[in-house]
């Protein structure tokens, strides 16, 4: 019993140094049709482990944002492999 006089315990979760974090994504791709396929994302190959730090660099139009729409959930019509 804690000092309040009322009990604890239960299911707890694990740590969360123990619980395996990574992003892996496989072939991400990302395209627009006009008048022919025009590539946005092309074979994007990336594995991010837990408690380790990424960056995203490039020029403008590189697609940066477009793929972290992708690892957030929020593109809705690409190809290839994610897993969280």
């Known amino acids: 019993m804690g000092q309040d006089g009322i009990r604890r315990g ?3 979760p694990p740590p969360l140094a ?3 974090k990574s992003y ?3 072939n991400v791709e990302k395209f627009y049709e006009a008048a022919s396929r025009s590539y946005v ?3 994007i190959n990336l594995e991010i482990k ?3 730090s990424s960056s995203i ?3 403008s139009g590189a697609g940066k944002s477009t793929l972290l729409s992708i690892l957030g959930m929020l ?3 690409w190809t ?3 897993e969280l």
Do not use: D, K, N, W
Request: proline share 4%.
């Open 10 to 12: 239960g299911l707890r």
């Open 18 to 20: 123990t619980i395996e």
């Open 24 to 26: 892996y994504t496989s």
């Open 41 to 43: 994302l092309r074979r």
């Open 50 to 52: 837990r408690a380790s």
């Open 57 to 59: 660099m490039g020029p």
């Open 75 to 77: 593109e809705a019509r």
């Open 80 to 82: 290839g492999e994610f």
